[in-house]
């Protein structure tokens, strides 16, 4: 016996659903009818029509609204993540970047058209160079991992540029470091190096000085790191890496818990993303 929900929002919409029921009517064709295989030659169609659910709008509506209210969210509740996908944007933020203006530009606009978008583009930079206290600021990159791999690219650019690309082949990892880092690392041709972290949830400094050494290209850190916790030796480990000439990555995940009040330039990080 199949234990069906009271509630209809919470069956499946195949559970749900009515043959001949409808979203939308469309009225009756008034021009010459096409046949689609004739008009489609060549592409691959189905042998027979696809298996979907006939609902009405309402029940469509209501299905996915259910779903939704399922999502726990800072909307609805305290997040205690700093940054990442879950962080809090002010409501006027989001509404003025939806706007059709600003959406909508297209890539091949000429300059002169989008001279405002330029505008917000550099002061943009401008502001994450200010927060970062790091030199130079890309807006290129289109979400957090695709800007954690340009990061990690850069430090395999500057390898190779002073000829040690072969050498520095390891990317040190701590355990509550963001979970991306590692497939980041991977995907730049590193061999990712997990640390564990100590007792406090803080970076093991003995256990980093064990596993640094000159085939190290860099280390990824994220601070708070997804424990939450602050790491209150960022200068002790920049050091230890620039010591054995490796670079030290800071992935900007939880960003927002230190933004405004520490620069991550000023205690020694090389290369960070801003989710």
Do not use: W
């Amino acid at each position: 016996m199949t234990n069906i929900p009271e509630n209809p929002a919470e069956r499946l919409m195949f559970e749900i659903s009515k043959p001949g029921r409808r979203c939308v009517t469309f009225p009756a064709l008034d021009v010459p009818e096409v046949d689609v295989a004739d008009a489609l030659k060549g592409a691959k169609l189905r042998n027979e029509p696809a298996h979907l659910p006939e609902i009405g709008e309402l029940d469509l509506v209501r299905h996915f609204k259910n779903l939704a209210d399922k999502n726990y969210s800072v909307d609805k509740n305290f997040y205690p993540l700093g940054s990442c996908t879950m962080k809090y944007n002010p409501k006027i933020n989001v509404t003025l970047l939806a706007q059709a203006g600003y959406t909508k530009a297209h890539p091949y606009l000429p300059e002169s058209l989008v001279q405002g978008h330029l505008e917000l583009m550099y002061n943009l930079e401008n502001y994450l160079r200010e927060v970062s206290g790091l030199d130079e600021v890309t807006l290129q990159p289109a979400a957090g991992a695709h800007g954690e791999l340009t990061g990690v690219m850069c430090i395999k650019a500057y390898f190779e540029d002073k000829g040690e690309a072969d050498q520095r082949t390891e990317i040190l990892i701590p355990s509550a470091a963001h979970g991306t880092n590692p497939a980041t690392a991977a995907m730049a041709g590193f061999k990712a190096v997990t640390l564990k972290e100590a007792a406090n949830g803080n970076i093991d400094i003995e256990e980093l000085k064990k596993k640094v050494g000159p085939q190290t290209a860099g280390m990824m850190i994220t601070n708070p790191s997804t424990l939450g916790i602050l790491e209150p030796k960022m200068r002790e480990i920049a050091e230890i890496l620039h010591g054995v000439g490796a670079q030290l990555y800071m992935d900007g995940a939880n960003m927002n818990a230190i933004s405004g009040i520490v620069q991550p330039g000023d205690y020694g990080i090389d290369v960070m993303h801003f989710n």
